[in-house]
């Protein structure tokens, strides 16, 4: 019951009322100066000029189409309900605000291209690939980095822990949730030791990620410990569009020299310390090197757009990296805001480029056609395409629409398991081999086109062999899926499955 109420009355429940009620008021504020017939026409109006608009702009098919529906069943709510909440239209302040972050980002990194060197030693589907990143994302590829996989929560925050009590001159976290408990209390402990020792310290977490574990103002806590401390995208009740595009990248970067990402946030479930869907099944990655600085600026372009600051980033640059082996490495970030889906196109080229294999792991499996036809075109080609999901999810109806798009892909070969033991939030590709990425990107349309996500890709790395076998591991603990059993659902079960793909891009 005490739970129950914590949840009734949170800050997520009390703001989304505010905006039901903000809503509310705007159609009786529309009814009270109009007829009910006037209204009709003039939202009816409204709805055919959002279509044509819909139907125009970039936006991905599949989240044209679901608008498209709810506008052609409700004409009369569904036009000013898509220019309430509907697209992605940022006002002027804001793409100023994103212009800069770009060329922060172009002028920070974007003199090193390497991609043509890469091509040449890793072939021409690595230089393509790189090359892609290099001018989409202003991302570059580096040589000269150390790669360590982790393949579950507790060994990662294990050695972040040894991490942290190393930094000497400053650490940056930035992560979708954060939570009071056993992993964060002992990173805050260690943190405030470093306030102490002159080390500059910063976080960044998502305010609607993190507004159930933490109260509305934790930032100014960590404030009175020393800490900068900024939450993204402050959820208040004010109907908006920017609601939808949260900060859903996870870093730890200290000193310049070693940085860590992957699916991992800062709250006690990531390592078992308590159960909430069963075994929760996570990576991480740790990266040493000449590729930690593109993180580091990633974060300080973050930052700055958050405090509304331009600093310099020349300080913040660590001595150069003693000489690692071992393959390429190159961090990326994607941004809902610039019109380029980086973080799907970086999966699409990966499972174009495959040969032999591709093994992904992901807690959802949400995907558009452009996706779906990648992943059928791989493994009716005779790749080897095998994808494992959770059993036990964390969002019921998100996992029904997961399951929904089990059958396209089986009929076309993919192999597809449910992780038994509990829940699987790692979000990992690997191919051949030779190319893998582990970072924060589901395989959602959230995750895709309307987060701020990041990744690392990597080739011919020393640890794509461990996310291998972490991968074949798993498969021992997990339940494959037929066709069969997919057929066999209720006729009722089948069709609910098919309206939620329709809606899957508004979920």
């Not at 505010?18 to 026409?41: G, K």
């Not at 040894?162 to 943190?191: R, V």
């Not at 020299?257 to 991992?264: E, K, W």
């Not at 174009?352 to 949400?366: C, E, F, H, R, V």
């Amino acid at each position: 019951m005490k739970k129950v109420l914590s949840i009734i009355f949170s800050r997520v429940v009390l703001i989304s009322l505010l905006i039901l009620a903000e809503i509310t008021f705007l159609i009786s504020m529309l009814l009270r100066f109009n007829t009910l017939v006037n209204f009709y026409w003039i939202s009816l109006g409204i709805s055919i000029i959002c279509t044509i608009w819909i139907i125009g702009n970039k936006t991905n098919p599949g989240y044209k189409i679901a608008w498209i529906v709810i506008i052609l069943t409700v004409p009369f709510l569904g036009g000013p309900l898509y220019l309430l909440i509907g697209g992605n239209r940022l006002p002027r302040p804001l793409r100023k605000k994103l212009r800069r972050m770009e060329m922060t980002m172009l002028c920070e990194l974007g003199g090193i291209n390497k991609a043509d060197a890469l091509a040449s030693v890793a072939g021409a589907d690595a230089g393509k690939q790189a090359r892609y990143i290099e001018q989409m994302a202003h991302c570059p590829v580096y040589g000269n980095t150390q790669t360590r996989y982790f393949p579950i929560g507790e060994l990662f925050f294990e050695q972040l822990l040894e991490e942290l009590k190393q930094a000497k001159d400053y650490i940056f976290l930035e992560y979708f949730i954060i939570q009071e408990g056993k992993m964060f209390n002992s990173i805050l402990d260690i943190l405030k030791e470093k306030v102490c020792q002159g080390v500059d310290v910063r976080i960044l977490y998502d305010d609607l990620g993190s507004a159930l574990t933490v109260p509305v103002n934790y930032h100014k806590k960590l404030e009175s410990f020393g800490i900068q401390c900024r939450a993204f995208n402050r959820f208040i009740p004010v109907v908006s569009t920017k609601l939808n595009n949260r900060d859903h990248r996870k870093f730890c970067i200290i000193d310049g020299t070693s940085a860590f990402t992957g699916g991992l946030n800062l709250a006690d479930e990531y390592i078992n310390a308590v159960e909430r869907y069963g075994h929760w099944k996570d990576s991480a990655i740790l990266l040493r090197g000449d590729a930690v600085w593109s993180m580091t600026v990633m974060f300080l372009t973050m930052w700055d757009f958050v405090v509304e600051q331009v600093e310099p980033f020349e300080p913040f640059r660590p001595k150069p990296a003693p000489l690692f082996g071992g393959g390429f490495v190159q961090p990326y970030t994607d941004s809902p805001w610039d019109e380029e889906a980086v973080g799907q196109t970086v999966y699409i080229n990966l499972i174009q480029s495959a040969k032999d294999y591709i093994y992904i792991t992901t807690p959802y499996l949400i995907i558009d056609y452009v996706m779906q036809f990648a992943l059928t075109s791989a493994a009716k080609s005779g790749v080897d395409v095998r994808i494992i999901t959770p059993y036990i999810p964390d969002k019921r109806l998100v996992f029904e629409v997961t399951r929904a798009h089990y059958q396209p892909l089986l009929e076309a070969g993919v192999r597809i398991y449910e992780y038994l033991p509990g829940f699987m939030h790692a979000k990992n590709f690997v191919v051949d081999d030779r190319f893998g990425t582990v970072g924060s990107i589901n395989l959602d349309y959230r995750s895709m086109f309307l987060h701020f996500e990041n990744g690392v890709l990597l080739f011919d790395t020393p640890c794509i062999a461990d996310i291998k076998k972490d991968f074949l591991e798993t498969l021992y603990k997990s339940k494959e899926i037929t066709l069969s059993w997919c057929r066999s659902l209720p006729w009722y079960r089948r069709f609910a499955r098919a309206v939620f793909r329709i809606f899957a891009p508004l979920m």
